[in-house]
C-alpha cells in the first residue's frame, strides 16, 4: 500500500489480480473531500492510467461509507486564497476565480468518466454530492440497498451544479430532476428496479461483490479493455454530453453565486452564524415537507 503525508487517500496495488483499489480514507468525516484530497485521487488515477499491468481500479470508501462528497466545512474554501495578499477571502470570490477554479474541478470528473481502464465503485453507505457523482462515473457499481445517494447540495446552491448531462443520461430525466429539483436523499433500493447500478446487494454483501465485479473485469484482455472504453466514451460524447465540458464548469461556476431572496435558505450565511453541522440540520428543517396522508 502506498502511503504519503495525507493519508487520506490510500492507493494499493494488486499486480497478481491486475487490480489497484483507491480509498477514500477520511471516515470521520464521512470520506468527504477538500482540493488535496481530489488531487491526489486525481494522482492515483494516472499511476493505473499508465501502468500497462494494472486493468482495474477499485474504488471504495473507509469504514462503510464511500463519500459524502465535497467538505462544505469551508464552501469557499475550494477557491483559494484570494489575490496575492496571501490571506484567506472574506468575500465572494470573482467569477473569473470560480471559472478557473471548477474548469480544474470538473476536469478531474471527466477524466474519471472516461478513464481508459475499469473503474469498479465499492458503494455503501453514503454516496452523496460528488461521491454520487462519482459513483455514477464507474463502469461498474455495486451499491448496498440502504445506502443513501443523492444531491443535497442542490438545497442551498440550486440545480446547476454541472455534470447536468451525466445526471440525464444515467439516472433517467424524471429521476434526475425528481433529485436535482428536491435535494431528496434516497435508498439505492427504492430504485433497484431501474437498473441504475450494476449490482444492488445487501450492505454486507457489497465488499465482496465488488471484488468480485473487480476481479471478473480484470480478466479481460487489458487492450481490448481500452479500446473498448474509448469506443464507449465517442458513443456517450456523441450521444449525450456534447459541449458539457465547457457547460458543466460553467453551471458551477456561476450557479454558485446565486442571490438568496427573503424567506430562501442561505446555507453559507447560516453556517457562518451556527456553524456547519447546525447548518446541516436547519438546512433539512427547512426542506421538510410532511407528505400527505
Not at 490510500?10 to 482540493?35: C, M, W
Not at 496575492?84 to 470528473?109: C, E, H, I, M
Not at 465485479?213 to 472504453?229: F, H, L, N, R, Y
Not at 458551477?252 to 450565511?269: I, R, S
Request: charged fraction near 25%; hydrophobic fraction near 40%.
Amino acid at each position: 500500500m502506498t502511503t504519503t503525508a495525507d493519508d487520506r487517500v490510500l492507493f494499493e496495488v494488486d499486480r497478481d489480480k491486475r487490480i489497484a483499489t483507491i480509498t477514500l480514507n477520511n471516515p470521520a468525516q464521512r470520506n468527504s473531500y477538500d482540493a488535496a484530497m481530489r488531487d491526489l485521487l486525481a494522482r492515483y488515477l494516472d499511476e493505473v492510467a499508465e501502468d500497462d499491468d494494472l486493468t482495474v481500479v477499485l474504488l471504495r470508501g473507509a469504514g462503510g461509507v464511500f463519500s459524502t462528497g465535497a467538505d462544505m466545512n469551508n464552501a469557499y474554501g475550494w477557491y483559494g486564497e484570494r489575490g496575492a495578499t496571501g490571506k484567506p477571502a472574506k468575500s465572494r470570490p470573482s467569477q473569473r476565480r470560480r471559472l478557473t477554479v471548477d474548469r480544474r474541478t470538473f476536469g478531474f470528473y471527466h477524466n474519471l468518466m472516461g478513464f481508459p481502464k475499469v473503474t469498479v465503485g465499492e458503494i455503501n453507505g453514503y454516496a452523496l454530492g460528488g461521491g454520487f457523482e462519482m459513483a455514477l462515473m464507474t463502469d461498474i457499481s455495486v451499491i448496498g440497498r440502504a445506502t443513501r445517494i443523492g444531491m443535497p447540495a442542490t438545497r442551498f446552491l440550486g440545480p446547476a451544479l454541472g455534470s447536468l448531462h451525466m445526471f440525464f443520461h444515467r439516472l433517467g430525466p424524471v429521476l434526475a430532476r425528481r433529485l436535482l429539483l428536491t435535494g431528496d436523499i434516497i435508498e439505492a433500493g427504492t430504485i433497484e428496479h431501474l437498473g441504475v447500478f450494476t449490482d444492488t446487494c445487501a450492505d454486507e454483501s457489497v465488499q465482496a461483490r465488488a471484488r468480485y465485479w473487480a476481479e471478473k473485469a480484470a480478466k479481460m484482455p487489458a487492450d481490448g479493455v481500452v479500446i473498448a472504453k474509448e469506443a464507449f466514451r465517442l458513443v456517450e460524447q456523441s450521444q449525450a454530453y456534447q459541449g458539457e465540458e465547457v457547460a458543466s464548469y460553467m453551471f458551477h461556476a456561476y450557479g454558485t453565486n446565486l442571490q438568496f431572496a427573503p424567506g430562501e435558505f442561505n446555507f453559507v450565511k447560516t453556517r457562518a452564524q451556527h456553524g456547519t453541522k447546525e447548518a446541516f440540520r436547519l438546512r433539512d428543517e427547512h426542506f421538510h415537507v410532511s407528505e400527505p396522508e
